[in-house]
Antibody, heavy 118, light 110 residues
Framework: QAQLVQSGAEVKTPGASVKVSCKAS????????LHWVRQAPGQGPECVGW????????TYVQKFQGRVTVTRDTSISTAYMELSRLTSDDTAVYYC???????????WGQGTMVTVSS | QSVLTQPPSVSAAPGQKVTISCSGS????????VSWYQQLPGTAPKLLIY???KRPSGIPDRFSGSKSGTSATLGITGLQTGDEADYYC???????????FGGGTKLTVL
């Protein structure tokens, strides 16, 4: 069955960068947009950016432009999200999610906890 | 500070019905499809409703969605203790150029 598997939890100091991976299996990786969504403790989800793995075209939410980079490696069906200049406000669970033809996010990774602390 | 507004919590007894509202604006809900997600504690969100009122395969018909103007509603009938979770609405926002979500509603089945 289709699934997304993410890399493990990260602890970073303020000012550092983090790179989270998301490996797809069970479906055509290049055929669906892949979004990165974060969820701070006790809050609702928030979109960070997305990529079309087939073309490599990326779009970033304005709030994160200049700090986020989303890439992919089609040879291993894996997408990556790198967030730089981390602050404590970036502490959250980061999810990758498949966009099912603009009908919602139908497959989610298990989430990667990113903690930013000095 | 979420773009979409949901009540923080709702509750009802097992077997009863509950509705969860999601309020937005003309730049999001009024002109785009709404999705609903269920998030059990410690897990990733799960798609419950898409295109305002459609259910993915495997989602029971106890879950329903509707939309009117700038608001959307999730309905759950025949409540079960296993339905206790956080529920989120989501949709595209034309002004922000991104998917936006509500702040979430915690459902308690008494």
């Amino acid at each position: 069955q289709a699934q997304l598997v993410q890399s493990g939890a990260e602890v970073k100091t303020p000012g550092a960068s983090v790179k989270v991976s998301c490996k797809a299996s069970g479906y055509t990786f290049t055929g669906y947009y892949l979004h990165w969504v974060r969820q701070a403790p006790g809050q609702g989800p928030e979109c960070v950016g997305w990529i079309h793995p087939g073309s490599g075209v990326t779009t970033y939410v304005q709030k994160f432009q200049g700090r986020v980079t989303v890439t992919r490696d089609t040879s291993i069906s894996t997408a990556y999200m790198e967030l730089s200049r981390l602050t404590s406000d970036d502490t959250a669970v980061y999810y990758c999610a498949r966009d099912y033809r603009n009908k919602g996010f139908d497959i989610w990774g298990q989430g990667t906890m990113v903690t930013v602390s000095s | 500070q979420s773009v979409l507004t949901q009540p923080p919590s709702v509750s009802a007894a097992p077997g009863q019905k509950v509705t969860i509202s999601c309020s937005g604006s003309s730049s999001n809900i009024e002109n785009n499809y709404v999705s609903w997600y269920q998030q059990l504690p410690g897990t990733a969100p799960k798609l419950l409703i898409y295109d305002n009122n459609k259910r993915p395969s495997g989602i029971p018909d106890r879950f329903s969605g509707s939309k009117s103007g700038t608001s959307a509603t999730l309905g759950i009938t025949g409540l079960q203790t296993g339905d206790e979770a956080d529920y989120y609405c989501g949709t595209w926002d034309n002004s922000l150029g991104a998917v936006v979500f509500g702040g979430g509603t915690k459902l308690t089945v008494l």
